[in-house]
Structures are given as C-alpha cells and as structure tokens.
C-alpha cells in the first residue's frame, strides 16, 4: 500500500482563515504598543520596569496556572496582554510590586482559576486593576506630570479628570472643566496652543465656535495620567487599526461611547452648576482611562456577549454605569469597576439571546426550508 | 443574464487558490493497472458482488448487484481480470468490500464511438429502469441513486443544475459545463422528461458560463443563472434561496442535480454507457500542474497525481472532494468513485495553524453560520451531553457546511462534534 508520510488527517474542515486566536491577540497587544511607548517617553525608564513587573507577574501567573493543568498557553498571548494593559494602567512611579501582584493576581486567579482563556467571566486586566484600586488606593492615584511638562505643571499630583471633578463644587457656577483646571494653574503645553489657535482660526472661527485650550493636550497625552493611557490620539488611531481589521468588533465601543457620550452631554453639565445639555463630552472621553477601557477591555470576547443585540446592550450598559460612577462614585475614575459590572450581567444578555434562537429555530421548524444534503438526503 | 444573486444569511469567503485554469477540454486520465472499485459508492446498502477471483472482466460488465433501495449496481470500469475482493476503507469512515481488477485485454466497448440511442421514443419507467441498470447516481455525497431519486416524484417545480463551486481547488463541474454542453443540455432533457419540472435552471459561478448555447430544440426555457462564488452557495437550502427569490417553491419542489449527474444520466440513455468515468479536478498547492481529467472509477489518486506531475513537496494533507466537506485521506491507493469530485493536495501552509486553544467565544462562527446557528453554544452542549437542549437550539438543522469551522481562529472542532450528532439522527426514525 502506497502511503504519504507525515499527512494529518481528521475531520473536515480542512481549510481555514489564516488568522488565529493567537494571532488575533498577539495583534492587540503590539497595536498598543506606541500609546505604551509614549508613557515611557513621558516618565522615562520607571515606567518601562513597572510594564515589565507587570507583564513578568502575568507570564508567572499563567506559567503556574499552566503547570497546575498541564497545559503550556504561554504562546496564546492572553496572559501576556493582560500584563500589558494591567501595566498601562497603573500610575508611573508606582512601586513595580503592586503591578506585579496585581497581574500575577488576574492571571492566575481570575483567570486561571476558572479554567483559563475562555473560561473566566471577568476580564482578567480589569479585574487586576480593580485589585489593586482596592488594596492599594493611595498609591494608584499618585499621579506624576510627564518629564517635559514638568515647567507647565500646575496640577501635578492629579489627572486633568481627577482634579476637575474635585474641584467642581467650589467653582464658579457656569464654568467649565477647563476653566478650573485653568484656575487650578494649569498651563496648556507650546504645541496644545499653537494647534488650537490654528483650528480656530482654520476650522472653527468660520463656524462661529471656540475651541478652548487644553483638549489638544487631552488628545496628544500631555498631561498626567496612567502610563498607557495619555495618549488618546495612539489609542484610538490603534483602535482603528483592530476595528478595520475586525479584531475587535465595533458593536461595544460604538454602544459605550454613545451611551456615555449621550449622558454626559445631558447631564455632564448639572455639577458644575450649567444645566441640562451642557456636558462636555470630549474632555470626558479624552480623559482617564475611558477609551483604553472601552476599545481594549470592554470588548474582551471572552467577557462580552458574542451577538450583536447583546454587544450593544453590553455596551449601553457599561456606557451609562461609566457615567454615574464618574459622577457619583468615590473616584473620579469609574469605567473598569462599569465593566466589571456589565461582566456580571453577561450571562442574563445571553440568556436573552439563547431564548430569541430558540424562536428561531421553533419557527424554522414550522415549516421554513429545512437544511440538508442534497435532494433532502441527509 | 442578471448580475450574480447569493443566499442570505451568513456564508463566508473562502480564501485559497481559485485562479489555476486549465485551457481545453479534459484529458482522459492514464487508464489504472490495477482499477480499486468499491461497491459502496451509493447511499445505501453495498452492492452484491457477483464476480469472483481470476474472473475475466469486459468493460462496463455487472460487478455488482444493487441490493435494495438506496443501493446502484456497480460496473467494471477497465477491461481485465479480477485480481482481489478485499475489504477497504472508505473516505467517508466505515469499510466495504472493493473489486481490483489488474487491466488486461481488449476495449471492445466504450473505446469506440457507439450509436446514439433515440431515447425520445422511451417511456418515463423505461428511461428510470435504464438509470438503474447503468449505475447512475446522483454524484455529490452520499450518493443517492438517480433512480431513487427521481422516481418518486410524480410533479416537480424546480429543477436546478448545481454547477457552482464557491470553494477553491473545485473545477470539475464547471469544467464539464464547458466542454459539453450539447449533451448536457439533451441530459437536462432527458432529466426533464422524467420530472416535467415548472422551471429549469443552471446556476453557476462562473461568468465564462454565459458563453453556454441556448437550450436545444426540446424546451425554451433552461435559465442560466449567475450566482455569487459564496460558500455554502452550493448546498441545497442556500442554492433555492438565491435562484428561487420569490420563494415559489418548497425545497420538496424541487430536484437539484450537479452537472456531473446529468451527464451520467445522458451518457447512460444516449450512449448506452454505464457510469464508469468522471471529471475530477485534481489540484492544491503541493501539486506540479493541477488539471481537471476524465477517471475511470477505481483508479487510485496515486495514479492521478503522478499523471499530474507529482508533489512539489510533501504534502501536508490529501483532501477527497472539497477542503470544507470532504474527507482526508492518507492512502494513495484509494480510489475514485462515483461522488469524488476532487483530489485536492495541500502544502504545509495550506492546511495552516490546527493548533486548538480554548473557544473565546468571539462569536465568528455565529456571524457566518448560513442556518442561522450558534455553532460554539451548539458545541458546548454537545460535548457536556446535553443534546436535546442542542436540538432545542437548532442543532437539527445544521447542514455540517463548515463555514463555522472555516473561521474560527481558536479551531475549535465544532464541525465534527456535529457531524458525528447529525449521523445519529439519520439513524433516527422520522
Ligand atoms: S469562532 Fe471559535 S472561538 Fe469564536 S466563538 Fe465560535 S467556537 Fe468560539
Ligand atoms: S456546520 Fe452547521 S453550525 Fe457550522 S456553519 Fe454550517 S450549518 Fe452552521
């Protein structure tokens, strides 16, 4: 009998699309590699030790958890993601232990401990953070400006969002969050007042607008913040990278930033005294760590609903929690406990979606075409 | 001819190699020494062997008998001697006995050009009874008689001529719309005396294909119909759906047959011929020259690849039919039969990544699932037992496509998990 040697063989299909799960996360985690950079250039080499502490504790975590199960998953790259968005999300002089802890935590407890990737409810990295926001609150909002700010700092020791939150009650009614930062001796950076002057005066003078000064900083990440998440503008030309080649779906991110958007533009105004639709909607999306949470944790497949109605309920659902924690939570910052808690909600979404497939399928079998081999054979 | 319709819902792309053309009409393949015919290549029972070993065997002779329904007599396809009755695998899974005849002796029969039988003159059960004689069954998987098929129909609304191939590596089909559409179209007559069908369609995925000639003079209205290169785009449901928009006709009114069956069909009537020949496609990237050939039935694909140049490199897998339905192989010895469509070899980076890791639950194989499943909760009942909960959810209705499978980057073996749940309920009464 003539036989090739080494041919696999098995069950069809035998072709398929390139990309793997692998691929797919290995691929999110290099696109947010550049926002990772600009936060070691804007606190230098501490902040590069405490990414490494982190991604180190998550690869420790998965390496045990792997172990445990004899299982080798290293090579999926989940653990180590989880260690990067964990790592961007601390403080940059924090000490590299609680980043450690705090990966090594997600990893091998969050996730591992319910059997590993695709098996955990909770995003791991959010679950890191929040471990952390709750073991080690006071370390995890000691901000620091970034080095080349450091002659405009005027605030330094609190993000632009923290302190305009703090300070809201005390300011004049009919102010707006730059306005307080401003009175807080906040100084826009050289590049922040050259580009905004030159929008006014290209794009939005024409149109009758003002854009003040400060939200080309927001953009740009010249401000204090976590140490991967300053730069709007690299996170989201990242997310537009993953969201054109639908690695992330963009069913949850549209679903939060609307929802949050919407609220914060009805009621974002009432704390600091201007009324209904007055909220200002871009510092708020630019500020914390809301859009590294939205595009890079929300619609984590794993912990998010995998249809379309379910994402977008996710996704409102988490909008408007981010909303009323940033507005009446302890902290300023509220969109990873939000998710965390939509995470939660995600088995009752799907129950919701199992419920309308089996209408589907009992209205299928009412009498619509039935599937099959050829000439009803099966 | 309208610009190319598709199917609704779900359905993927399936990337690969559909570019290789092969310029005119296909060659006839190298006859085998040594021809491997199975006697299960129909869906039913394995036909009775009515030769024995040593036997002298003419071309086109009875080797075996059909037993019962679903079951088609099996014919010789080379002249020769009947060298072993042994017991093979099939690609499919499971055995059956298979008659190896070593090639010796004269082509009295088929190597001339034979009279053209004036079938006009015959009767419906006349022509069904002259199918079942010759072996004639319905070439894609399992394989159903065409007598089984056809005779149970008094009136039919649709017939549909399945030329579309959406995946890669497939030509046979078209190929074989191409070369001879003067006896495909009187094969389509000859179908269509049987049926009387309301409508007659060719679909097909091709844009050369509107080259084809009208329909001869028996009937005015065989419609060419140009379809979306879409998979699943040539499974049942998915093929009434795009040519059949207005949703006329039930999938019980209408009668799907590839071109290949037709020309059995034709060759068997006209010609007097039974089935003992096919186009088969033979390709992939660990091919030298990729060519669509005309087989005897039982030659071993070994045959056919060396006639095809041989491996570039080693093959990292041998696929019988289509890379999304088929079955592997790793036996060069196995033969064609009367539903092998294609003899695909694929390279290493071909067959790709099969590394499995958990689903996370990302929801492609849902988007692309033509039946409007949710192919990893399927999954996840299957492999904790709960199968009526599946069925509840639909898992009767997958069609094992593939398409779930195709996407999925964890590669999660979903397919298989329902394939081995949709075998059990053929077994089924219903
Ligand atoms: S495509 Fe694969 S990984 Fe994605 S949900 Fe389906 S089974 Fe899970
Ligand atoms: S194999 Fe079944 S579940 Fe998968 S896509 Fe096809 S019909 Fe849907």
């Given at each position: 009998m003539r036989r090739a040697k080494n041919l696999s063989i098995g069950d069809a299909p035998y072709a398929f699309k390139k990309r793997t799960s692998a691929s797919l996360i290995w691929g999110t985690a290099a696109a947010l590699l550049p926002a990772l950079g600009w936060g070691i250039y804007c606190f230098g080499f501490t902040a590069a030790i405490v990414v490494a502490a982190s991604v180190g504790g998550a690869l420790v975590?998965?390496?045990?958890?792997?172990?445990?199960?004899?299982?080798?998953?290293?090579?999926?790259?989940?653990?180590?993601?989880?260690g990067l968005l964990v790592g961007m999300a601390m403080p940059p002089g924090i000490s590299p232990l609680i980043p450690a802890a705090a990966s090594l935590f997600a990893v091998s407890?969050?996730?591992?401990?319910?059997?590993?990737l695709g098996s955990n409810w909770m995003n791991p990295a959010l679950a890191g953070i929040a471990f952390s926001l709750v073991n080690w609150p006071a370390q995890?909002?000691?901000?620091?400006?970034?080095?080349?700010?450091?002659?405009?700092?005027?605030?330094?020791?609190?993000?632009?969002?923290?302190f305009a939150r703090s300070h809201a009650a005390a300011a004049i009614a009919g102010s707006s969050n730059m306005d307080i930062l401003v009175a807080g001796g906040m100084r826009a950076s050289g590049i922040d007042a050259s580009v905004t002057e030159a929008l006014n005066r290209g794009i939005f003078s024409p149109l009758g607008a003002d854009l003040p000064g400060g939200y080309i900083d927001l953009l740009l990440g010249n401000k204090a913040g976590a140490l991967g998440e300053l730069s709007a503008i690299l996170i989201l030309a990242a997310s537009v990278i993953l969201l054109s080649r639908r690695v992330i779906r963009w069913e949850v991110p549209a679903s939060i930033i609307g929802s949050f958007a919407l609220l914060t533009w009805a009621f974002g105004g009432l704390s600091l005294g201007n009324g209904f639709f007055a909220g200002d909607v871009l510092f708020s999306v630019l500020s914390g760590s809301f859009l590294l949470v939205t595009f890079f944790m929300?619609?984590?497949?794993?912990?998010?609903?995998?249809?379309?109605?379910?994402m977008l309920i996710f996704g409102a659902g988490t909008g408007s929690l981010v909303f009323l924690l940033r507005t009446f939570g302890a902290s300023a910052e509220g969109s990873a406990f939000a998710v965390i808690m939509m995470n939660c909600a995600v088995p009752a979404i799907a129950r919701l979606d199992t419920a309308a497939t089996r209408?589907?399928?009992?209205?299928?079998?009412?009498?619509?075409?039935?599937?099959?081999?050829?000439?009803g054979a099966r | 001819?309208?610009?190319?319709?598709?199917?609704?819902?779900?359905?993927?792309?399936?990337?690969?190699?559909?570019?290789?053309?092969?310029?005119?009409?296909?060659?006839?393949?190298?006859?085998?020494?040594?021809?491997?015919?199975?006697?299960?290549?129909?869906?039913?029972?394995?036909?009775?062997?009515?030769?024995?070993?040593?036997?002298?065997?003419?071309?086109?002779?009875?080797?075996?008998?059909?037993?019962?329904?679903?079951?088609?007599?099996?014919?010789?396809?080379?002249?020769?001697?009947v060298r072993d009755i042994r017991i093979s695998p099939l690609p499919e899974g499971g055995r059956a006995e298979a008659v190896v005849v070593a090639l010796e002796g004269a082509f009295d029969r088929l190597g001339r050009r034979g009279e053209r039988y004036l079938w006009k003159s015959m009767g419906r059960n006349e022509i069904l009874s002259t199918l079942r004689d010759r072996g004639v069954v319905d070439t894609e998987a399992p394989g159903l008689p065409l007598f089984d098929l056809l005779s149970e129909r008094q009136e039919t609304g649709i017939?549909?001529?399945?030329?579309?191939?959406?995946?890669?590596?497939?030509?046979?089909?078209?190929?074989?719309?191409?070369?001879?559409?003067?006896?495909?179209?009187?094969?389509i007559s000859i179908i269509r005396k049987i049926l009387s069908p309301k409508r007659t369609v060719i679909a097909t995925t091709r844009s050369e294909d509107s080259s084809l000639p009208p329909p001869s003079d028996d009937g005015p209205d065989v419609e060419l119909v140009r379809l979306e290169a879409r998979y699943p785009q040539d499974m049942p449901r998915q093929l009434l759906e795009a040519v059949d928009g207005s949703r006329k006709f039930s999938p019980d009114d209408a009668v799907i047959l590839r071109p290949s069956t037709v020309f059995a069909a034709y060759e068997a009537i006209v010609l007097a011929?039974?089935?003992?020949?096919?186009?088969?496609?033979?390709?992939?990237?660990?091919?030298?020259?990729?060519?669509?050939?005309?087989?005897?039935?039982?030659?071993?694909?070994?045959?056919?690849?060396?006639?095809?140049?041989?491996?570039?490199?080693?093959?990292?897998?041998?696929?019988?039919?289509?890379?999304?339905?088929?079955?592997?192989?790793?036996?060069?010895?196995?033969?064609?039969?009367?539903?092998?469509?294609?003899?695909?070899?694929?390279?290493?980076?071909?067959?790709?990544?099969?590394?499995?890791?958990?689903?996370?639950?990302?929801?492609?194989?849902?988007?692309?699932?033509?039946?409007?499943?949710?192919?990893?909760?399927?999954?996840?009942?299957?492999?904790?037992?709960?199968?009526?909960?599946?069925?509840?959810?639909?898992?009767?209705?997958?069609?094992?496509?593939?398409?779930?499978?195709y996407v999925c980057p964890s590669r999660v073996p979903l397919v298989a998990s329902f394939a081995a749940e949709s075998h059990s309920l053929g077994e089924a009464p219903r």
């Open positions: 975590g998965e390496a045990c958890a792997g172990a445990l199960m004899r299982r080798f998953t290293l090579w999926d790259g989940s653990a180590f993601l989880t407890v969050v996730k591992g401990a319910f059997g590993g995890m909002r000691a901000w620091a400006t970034p080095h080349h700010l450091a002659g405009l700092a005027g605030i330094s020791g609190a993000t632009p969002l923290g929300a619609p984590d497949p794993v912990t998010s609903p995998s249809s379309r109605a379910g209408r589907r399928a009992a209205k299928a079998s009412a009498g619509t075409a039935r599937g099959g081999n050829a000439n | 001819m309208r610009p190319s319709r598709t199917f609704r819902h779900g359905g993927i792309r399936v990337e690969g190699d559909f570019d290789w053309e092969q310029r005119g009409p296909a060659q006839n393949a190298f006859l085998p020494n040594g021809a491997v015919i199975l006697l299960k290549q129909h869906s039913g029972k394995q036909a009775r062997c009515v030769v024995r070993r040593g036997e002298y065997v003419r071309e086109g002779m009875v080797i075996g008998r059909a037993d019962g329904p679903f079951s088609a007599n099996v014919h010789s396809s080379v002249p020769g001697v017939l549909i001529i399945n030329a579309v191939e959406c995946e890669p590596y497939l030509r046979a089909e078209a190929h074989l719309l191409a070369d001879k559409s003067p006896e495909l179209m009187e094969g011929r039974p089935m003992v020949e096919r186009y088969v496609s033979v390709s992939g990237g660990a091919l030298k020259r990729p060519a669509v050939l005309k087989v005897r039935i039982g030659t071993p694909i070994g045959d056919l690849i060396e006639e095809c140049g041989g491996f570039l490199g080693p093959p990292a897998r041998l696929v019988l039919g289509g890379v999304l339905r088929g079955h592997s192989v790793h036996d060069l010895d196995a033969p064609i039969t009367k539903t092998t469509s294609a003899v695909i070899a694929l390279d290493s980076e071909e067959v790709g990544s099969l590394l499995r890791s958990p689903c996370i639950r990302c929801g492609r194989c849902a988007e692309v699932c033509p039946e409007r499943l949710d192919p990893d909760i399927l999954f996840r009942l299957v492999k904790r037992g709960l199968r009526l909960r599946a069925l509840e959810l639909g898992l009767g209705y997958c069609t094992v496509c593939g398409a779930c499978g």
